[in-house]
């Protein structure tokens, strides 16, 4: 018999045993007849009943399975006692149901039919012989070793028919482990949906492939070809040329590639070959069955590609943005405004991106200067400049509701003052608590310095990658290990006493020591999930428990896990107004307002974090006495008294390791601090000059 408590709620054994004892006593059998099958702390058991016979074990459990039922749709009480003396309902079914047996049937009538094939040999289900048995609706498949006196690697039974496999080549056996996604594609994801499992795009400004000599012309399609390895988008600026040869270059550098071009064109509308141009390339086996929309923004400089595979839209923006207008930069904006409203209504068919050559650096983003600099520090150019052109308000207005998928490595390198910038970046529009369960990674393919040592081009390729199972990085657990506990989880006062109530049920101290610390660890995983179950469930007004329920309802939603949703739906009335499950399919109700209380959530847990950082910055102790808050103030005031040259020395060191501690103190983001912190900082160099220069003098 199998027995399962109600919703997966862990108890103690034996409380379990008492529980399955008063039950069998009442119908005449003792603890002697049957044996509890389990974990010490579980919420799955098997009752194994015992008998001199096979009809004997078999009339005791058909008679202790029908006392439990007291008439049709009635049953006995079947409950037993939790840590807490709470009353926990389970059920007792026998150990096949319907399918276990109709399983069974298809199974020995496979082995018939093996067996007649083997002529004579052994080969049943359980066979060493028998790699895998895999059961589906309708269909039943067996995995057989290859041997040469047995060719056939498998055989498939379907409506009563036979049909042998051939294996192509001995290989071992390799059952691909199902992602937490589910199954692929998946149909909430759009990028999965097109392409399961990954999704890369690439972007890089060639600095005119398709114009350069014929020998250059050559060595640079070679790389764009290596470039298109493992990509599924291709975004290259600066291509050079006219349209139909630059479109012919590109078909046969990348066949079989869906190819879309745009050049720049003159007031007369003539193509100019010697500037501009960008390709977008999407890969073969997207290109077979996908169709594809492109819209000219900019010609030459920005190009809008609509991937439409079914009901999924995924958007690609090539952009090269030098030397446009602001009409034109509008232009642009006119174009992705829709987007991000048509993602935020429909994110599970709709995807959008942006990438290319932008020619802005990010806010407070410095040049990073190759090799050694000997200049003084003072003279040393340290600012941010945006290149002439490029509209920054307007791009910002533009961008501000699109999200950055941010790399660290500079990707363009200026030869004349060597120098290197991150001036390709790209932007995605999707849902953040969809952005957040991906494997995100962004990186260069090579530095800018070696692609302008080897004169391709002075640009670096950049990479933007979505994966659909996460890979296992630095310090992550195994994939077989459990993830850790929250903090938040830990320090919540019902934890410990959930792990007490839980140690003294099993009684733990009096196991075996080989099995302590499993028994241990079992009631650690309990406890957590019995107080992030009060959390989510009796704590419905708290932020904290607002937020655990929206992160599970993203998990249901974009991972497609009904048995989740299912589970939300009846413990939480928010996840019941959001989810809605249609067969095997799991959707939002309400996507803009799912999108709004999940980023509000978060919002306020990193606000807090942050808040909580800067009252521990605040409150720092310093060796003089007092908060640094107060001495960066006290500081401050000495040097508004100071005088120039006939200060002490001591007086110009002070201030020099307060400005200092200033300069560390830059995150803090409200009070006097921030508003003084560029009246003070703007003199640390000239203080720390004339420090330098005093001492030379000495």
């Not at 952005?435 to 080897?454: C, D, G, Q, R």
């Not at 599970?552 to 939480?572: D, E, H």
């Amino acid at each position: 018999m199998f027995c399962n408590t109600e919703h997966n709620v862990k108890v103690a054994r034996p409380n379990f045993h008492a529980s399955i004892l008063q039950l069998a006593l009442e119908v005449g059998l003792d603890s002697e007849s049957f044996d509890l099958v389990g974990d010490l702390l579980d919420d799955k058991f098997e009752i194994n009943f015992k008998g001199s016979n096979h009809d004997d074990i078999k009339s005791k459990t058909l008679q202790f399975y029908s006392s439990l039922m007291l008439r049709k749709g009635v049953w006995k009480k079947q409950a037993v006692l939790d840590d807490k003396s709470k009353e926990i309902r389970f059920f007792v079914n026998p150990d096949k149901n319907g399918a276990q047996i109709r399983r069974e049937v298809l199974t020995k009538l496979l082995q018939d039919l093996v067996q007649n094939s083997l002529a004579g040999r052994e080969f049943g289900p359980r066979s060493p012989r028998a790699l895998c048995l895999l059961i589906g609706a309708g269909s039943v498949f067996c995995i057989l070793p290859l041997r040469k006196d047995f060719p056939l690697s498998g055989c498939m039974i379907r409506e009563s028919s036979l049909s042998w496999m051939r294996q192509p080549s001995v290989s071992p056996l390799k059952l691909p482990s199902l992602p937490r996604w589910g199954s692929l594609p998946n149909v909430n994801v759009p990028l999965f949906s097109v392409n399961p499992r990954e999704f890369h795009f690439l972007s890089w400004n060639g600095r005119g492939i398709c114009v350069a000599d014929s020998i250059e012309r050559v060595r640079l399609g070679r790389t764009a070809f290596q470039l298109s390895q493992k990509m599924q988008v291709l975004c290259f600026q600066e291509v050079h040329g006219l349209e139909a040869e630059i479109l012919l270059s590109f078909q046969g550098w990348l066949p079989g590639w869906h190819i879309s071009v745009s050049v720049p064109r003159s007031d007369d509308g003539m193509e100019t070959a010697c500037a501009g141009g960008v390709v977008t390339a999407v890969c073969p086996s997207i290109a077979s069955f996908a169709l594809f929309e492109d819209e000219v923004l900019i010609p030459g400089r920005c190009i809008g590609t609509s991937i439409l595979a079914g009901d999924k839209v995924l958007t690609v923006s090539n952009l090269h943005n030098h030397g446009l207008k602001a009409e034109q930069v509008r232009r642009i904006g006119n174009f992705m405004s829709p987007i991000i409203h048509n993602i935020r209504d429909s994110p599970c068919s709709k995807f959008g991106i942006l990438l290319g050559d932008l020619n802005i650096k990010a806010e407070e983003e410095l040049v990073f200067n190759v090799g050694r600099n000997f200049e003084h520090p003072n003279v040393r150019y340290s600012g941010n400049p945006v290149h002439s052109g490029t509209h920054l308000r307007i791009w910002e207005s533009i961008l501000d509701e699109w999200t950055e998928v941010i790399q660290p490595f500079p990707t363009h390198f200026k030869s004349r003052d060597n120098s290197c910038s991150r001036i390709d970046r790209g932007w995605v529009a999707c849902p953040s608590s969809l952005l957040t369960k991906m494997h995100n990674s962004s990186y260069v393919t090579s530095s800018p310095e070696a692609f302008h040592a080897s004169g391709l081009s002075e640009h670096a390729p950049m990479v933007i990658a979505f994966a659909a199972a996460p890979r296992q990085g630095f310090g992550d657990p195994p994939p077989n290990c459990s993830p850790n506990i929250p903090v938040h989880i830990c320090k919540n006062p019902n934890f410990k006493l959930h792990v007490e109530s839980l140690i003294s049920d099993v009684g733990l101290t009096e196991l075996p020591e080989g099995s302590q610390l499993d028994c241990l660890n079992a009631c650690i995983k309990e406890a957590a999930k019995r107080v992030r179950q009060a959390l989510t469930i009796l704590d419905e007004d708290s932020i904290t428990s607002m937020r655990l329920t929206l992160g599970s309802v993203s998990r249901a939603i974009w991972f497609n896990n009904t048995r989740l949703a299912r589970l939300l739906c009846r413990s939480s009335p928010l996840a019941n107004s959001l989810l809605s499950i249609v067969g095997y399919t799991v959707s939002c109700s309400d996507h803009v307002k799912f999108d709004e209380l999940f980023n509000f959530a978060y919002k306020e847990k990193h606000g807090n974090r942050i808040r909580s950082l800067n009252r521990a910055c605040t409150k720092t102790k310093s060796k003089n006495g007092g908060s640094t808050y107060d001495l960066v103030y006290r500081r401050h005031d000495e040097w508004k008294r100071f005088s120039g040259p006939r200060a002490s020395d001591s007086l110009f060191l002070e201030l020099l390791l307060s400005l200092r501690m200033l300069r560390k103190l830059w995150l803090l983001p409200r009070g006097k601090c921030k508003r003084h912190f560029h009246h003070i900082g703007g003199k640390y160099m000239r203080l720390k000059s004339a420090i330098l220069r005093k001492r030379n003098n000495c």
